[in-house]
């Protein structure tokens, strides 16, 4: 199994960046995906969540701001990022989870949020 993230980078405040993730080695379209961030010195957190049907919930922090969308034909989910802050800059991870089948992590990628 093998989550591939990418599309993250350096961007100033107000800019936008669209994450994507990559998964194989999974049924891509029975799987609950999200996207997680981690600064440092804090706990990770949930940033957004899609769900197998589609249903979407977000990180109060990231409403209005933050889309999360799935192409299941690609095995693909995406986090589309507007408005960046400053306090969005962590390494934000994606994730898939399946009841009974386990949880599924990628390596991680970087978003800065600076002038």
């Known amino acids: 199994v093998q989550l591939v993230e990418s599309g993250g980078g350096l961007v100033q405040p107000g800019g936008s960046l669209r994450l994507s993730c990559a998964a194989s080695?999974?049924?891509?379209?029975?799987?609950?995906m999200g996207w997680y961030r981690q600064a440092p010195g804090k706990q990770r957190e949930l940033v957004a969540r899609i769900t197998r049907e589609g249903t979407t919930n977000y990180a109060d922090s990231v409403k209005g701001r933050f889309t999360i969308s799935r192409a299941n034909a690609k095995n693909t989910v995406y986090l589309q990022m507007n408005s960046l802050k400053p306090e969005d800059t962590a390494v934000y991870f994606c994730?898939?989870?399946?009841?009974?089948?386990?949880?599924?992590w990628g390596q991680g990628t970087q978003v800065t949020v600076s002038s």
């Open positions: 994730n898939g989870d399946r009841t009974r089948y386990g949880s599924y």
């Open positions: 080695g999974i049924m891509f379209s029975a799987y609950d």
